[in-house]
């Protein structure tokens, strides 16, 4: 129920509150498919609370707010650039499939990535009593497998909505976030597990396979 509540409110954020100019827009196709990917995202994941949001402020740094924003900025920046300045357009192009791509490999990529971490998955960085490294699935191909999913998800707005300006600010939006998740996330797991997680550093690639 609290994952469903988090998605409205998400929704309403990145959707409704921006087209609230042109309401006709908010059936298009192409926005129910972004909202659609929307509800997935939240519903694949740990919720997140503003008790662990404070509990965490020392490990976390709050990142997780960091990403939350940079997550509405990617959305609300193409949503609003295709329904008030490219007259909202409905016609299926090349980039509507390619978006839509995006957004379902990204999910789906995302999704493994979580599945695979299990509990050691949370919303804000902190480390457990038992937490183990894991290098198997997603993780033997990148070290933050769930941000390249997200990644991808998250600019694909952009790409479906064929809005050039959405889709370089959602880039830009995100890659800050998640770089800056990162350099925390990796301070605290080289704290935890030493020279083990050194070695995975070198070994695989943070967020691009075999390039970045």
């Not at 300006?165 to 890659?175: K, L, Q």
Request: proline share 4%; aromatic share 12%; glycine share 8%.
């Amino acid at each position: 129920m609290k994952k469903l509540l988090l998605a409205a409110i998400s929704n309403i954020l990145m959707i409704i509150l921006p087209l609230l100019g042109k309401p006709e827009l908010m059936f298009n196709g192409k926005i129910l498919f972004i909202v659609a990917g929307s509800i997935f995202m939240w519903l694949t994941q740990p919720p997140v609370s503003a008790r662990e949001t404070s509990d965490q402020k020392s490990s976390d740094r709050f990142s997780v707010l960091l990403i939350l924003l940079m997550c509405v900025v990617s959305v609300v920046v193409p949503v609003t650039d295709w329904a008030y300045c490219k007259g909202g357009s409905a016609q299926i192009s090349f980039f509507t499939y390619l978006g839509a791509a995006m957004i379902v490999v990204g999910l789906l990529f995302r999704a493994w990535a979580v599945s695979t971490l299990g509990k050691y998955f949370t919303a804000t960085v902190q480390i457990v009593d038992d937490h183990k490294l894991i290098r198997t699935g997603p993780y033997g191909l990148v070290r933050h497998p769930s941000y390249t999913g997200a990644f991808l998800a998250l600019t694909a707005g952009g790409v479906i909505l064929e809005s050039l300006i959405g889709f370089v600010i959602s880039c830009m939006a995100m890659f800050t976030a998640y770089y800056v998740r990162i350099k925390i996330e990796e301070k605290e797991l080289v704290a935890r597990f030493g020279n083990e997680y050194l070695a995975y550093q070198k070994d695989t690639k943070m967020i691009i396979p075999y390039v970045f």
